[in-house]
């Protein structure tokens, strides 16, 4: 298993360029989450979905927005990108059904706005 | 909703000597709480969780970790840490209710061994 890939791994972009970023999870979870990283404020949640074809805000959405058309995908789009977004970019995932509870994280991308 | 706070920004300690990464964190519903560890470049790795029962909770690489309700407290301990330990940690809280039990992290701590 693969676990949790993302693609790119860094990328530069220009203000008010758009992009995506892609998310994969091999391991059949329901639950998909995208977080942003910045120094000293830890991890925090973009936006989250509880299955394919529902997604849901978390608590820093604006200037983002996400699609899940396919379970083991989970899609971040940033329409016109600004400095401020500027960051390092995880997602995770988790399984609907176990006792585990854990999110299982991705190896990042570096996000950088010009 | 909850929150998270790291009381420690940044910890350095010398190699073999005992550490202590501080966590509180509010909430007015049950929580589960983690550690995940961030090692340079990578993502992060669980380190440990507690969703109930014993209030000692252990984990990978000889760290523990005890819950205390009255406090609202979740401190992660190491009795002898190794340079190999050098990461920055953050502690997490999440809801017990059914649903996307979504995480609320820290602002990290980095943990620097000294030789």
């Known amino acids: 298993n693969a676990g949790v890939t993302q693609t790119p791994k860094f990328r530069v972009l220009k203000t008010g360029q758009s992009m995506t970023l892609l998310c994969a999870q091999d391991m059949n979870h329901e639950y998909m989450y995208w977080y942003r990283q910045d120094p000293g404020m830890g991890l925090r949640l973009i936006h989250y979905?509880?299955?394919?074809?529902?997604?849901a805000k978390g608590e820093v959405p604006d200037g983002y927005n996400v699609s899940r058309l396919k379970k083991q995908n989970f899609l971040l789009g940033l329409e016109s990108a600004a400095p401020s977004q500027t960051s390092v970019y995880f997602c995770?995932?988790?399984?609907?059904?176990?006792?585990?509870?854990?999110?299982?994280f991705g190896p990042g991308t570096r996000l950088t706005v010009t | 909703a909850q929150s998270v706070t790291q009381l420690d920004s940044q910890v350095p300690v010398f190699e073999e000597a005992p550490v202590e990464l501080r966590c509180n964190y509010s909430s007015s519903v049950s929580v589960y709480l983690f550690w995940y560890v961030q090692y340079p470049n990578q993502g992060l790795q669980l380190l440990l969780k507690y969703l109930s029962g014993s209030t000692l909770v252990k984990g990978i690489n000889g760290f523990e970790a005890e819950f205390n309700k009255s406090q609202t407290s979740f401190h992660l301990r190491k009795p002898s840490v190794h340079i190999s330990d050098t990461a920055e940690y953050f502690c997490?809280?999440?809801?017990?209710?059914?649903?996307?039990?979504?995480?609320?992290f820290g602002q990290g701590t980095r943990l620097t061994i000294n030789p």
């Open positions: 995770a995932s988790r399984p609907l059904a176990g006792t585990s509870r854990e999110q299982y």
């Open positions: 979905s509880v299955g394919e074809g529902t997604t």
């Open positions: 997490a809280v999440s809801d017990s209710l059914r649903g996307a039990q979504k995480l609320v």
